[in-house]
Structures are given as C-alpha cells and as structure tokens.
Antibody, heavy 127, light 111 residues
Framework: QVQLVQSGAEVKKPGASVKVSCKAS????????MHWVRQAPGQRLEWMGW????????KYSQRFQGRLTITRDTSASTAYMELSSLTSEDTAVYYC????????????????????WGRGTLVTVAS | QSVLTQPPSVSGAPGQRVTISCTGS?????????VQWYQHLPGTAPKLLIY???NRPSGVPDRFSGSKSGTSASLAITGLQAEDETDYYC???????????FGRGTKLTVL
C-alpha cells in the first residue's frame, strides 16, 4: 500500500527542537522528493521545504532558513523534518507530502502537486 | 508574503453547484504557474482533487472540475452531496518564494 506514516504528537518547550519522521512505503523512496507543509491553528497551509530523496539536496523556505533541517535515511525509506529554536508560533500540524513534478503544456513553467500526504503530526510548543 | 486568496466559506443545498475562487498574483498564478486543489478534512491527510488547473486524478468524481484564467482559478462542484462538506485549498508555485503557496482554505457547507 502506497502511504506515508508520520511519527506521533510531540510537546516541546520554547527554545527546544523537534524532529518529525515520515516513513514511505509502497513506492521507491529515492525516486521522489519529499516536501514538508505545516498548518498552525486557524492558519493556511504553509510550505516549509523539500528534500530530493535520491541525492539529499534540500531547498528551504526563507521563513525557516537557519532553523529547518530536512534529512532522509534511504535504508529506512524515511524523511525527517527538524525544526529548532521553537516558539509558540511553531505550534502546528506538520505534514509530509510526496510531489509530482511536471512542466506545463508550454514547457515553460515547472510545477508540482502533492499526490500523497501523511496524516500529520501535531507539534505543541508550550512552557 | 506571497499568498493565494480564497473565500472563507461557501454553501449550497444538496444537488446544487458551487464554485470556490482562488486569486493569486504576478509571482504565482498570474506568472503562468498551474493551480492544484485539495480537499482536507481536519485530522486526516489532504486529498488531491484537481491538478494542473483542470485535471482529475483517478477516483475523483467528475462532479469536481477546475479552471484557470489570468491570476485566478476556480473549483466547481456540481451535484453537491453531504460528504462534500469539508475544507478546500488551492495551491500554486510562487517564483518569489521558489516554493509552494496555498490559499487560506474555504469551508464548504452543504445546507
């Protein structure tokens, strides 16, 4: 079965770090990238970054530069998202998502959509 | 911050048609990037509804359709059913972010 299984809920104190895992099954892990998206209470989905599961290259949103590290373990078909220096504003549900990359019909624009998502991991930051 | 704008809520009676708009800017939809749509029941994994503006993945009913024009896109749902009552999000690529942007989400209520 093609699925992404995420680790369980976490409670962290301000200033701490959190590491969330996302285990892929049912497909060849290294063939796809893995993105991370979060949703804070009452807020929109927010894209955080992605990793090329094949070569380990990463790209992060500027909002998280310096605080976000995305890694992967190809032997375990698992991607990880680690966020440091947590504040209450980092309280959110964190999702991993598999992208399908493509160019539009004109061949000019690179796009992606997420065809497979994890169920989310709630991270609560509170003192 | 680059964002996509959606109405917070829409509603319709069973069997009716509703549309959800998604307005972007010159760095995302207006630049030519495609729009994707997701259905999201809180507490579950989001589900892809429409990709590349108007394409349905297998298994998505043809009651769902998408379109794009200029800096905006729309999701149309015909023949509303009670099970359609949930949240819907649009997503596109943004060149200033070099990543994805999402709408805030639209809550669909089936009256």
């Amino acid at each position: 079965q093609v699925q992404l299984v995420q680790s369980g809920a976490e409670v962290k104190k301000p200033g701490a770090s959190v590491k969330v895992s996302c285990k892929a099954s049912g497909y060849t892990f290294t063939t796809y990238a893995m993105h991370w998206v979060r949703q804070a209470p009452g807020q929109r989905l927010e894209w955080m970054g992605w990793i090329n599961a094949g070569n380990g290259n990463t790209k992060y949103s500027q909002r998280f530069q310096g605080r976000l590290t995305i890694t992967r373990d190809t032997s375990a078909s698992t991607a990880y998202m680690e966020l440091s220096s947590l504040t209450s504003e980092d309280t959110a549900v964190y999702y991993c998502a598999r992208p399908r990359n493509y160019y539009d019909s004109s061949g000019s624009y690179f796009n992606w959509y997420f065809d497979l998502w994890g169920r989310g991991t709630l991270v609560t930051v509170a003192s | 911050q680059s964002v996509l704008t959606q109405p917070p809520s829409v509603s319709g009676a069973p069997g009716q048609r509703v549309t959800i708009s998604c307005t972007g800017s010159s760095s995302n939809i207006g630049a030519g990037y495609d729009v994707q749509w997701y259905q999201h029941l809180p507490g579950t994994a989001p589900k892809l509804l429409i990709y590349a503006n108007s394409n349905r993945p297998s298994g998505v009913p043809d009651r769902f359709s998408g379109s794009k024009s200029g800096t905006s896109a729309s999701l149309a749902i015909t023949g509303l059913q009670a099970e359609d009552e949930t949240d819907y999000y649009c997503q596109s690529y943004d060149s200033s972010l070099s990543g994805s942007v999402f709408g805030r989400g639209t809550k669909l209520t089936v009256l």
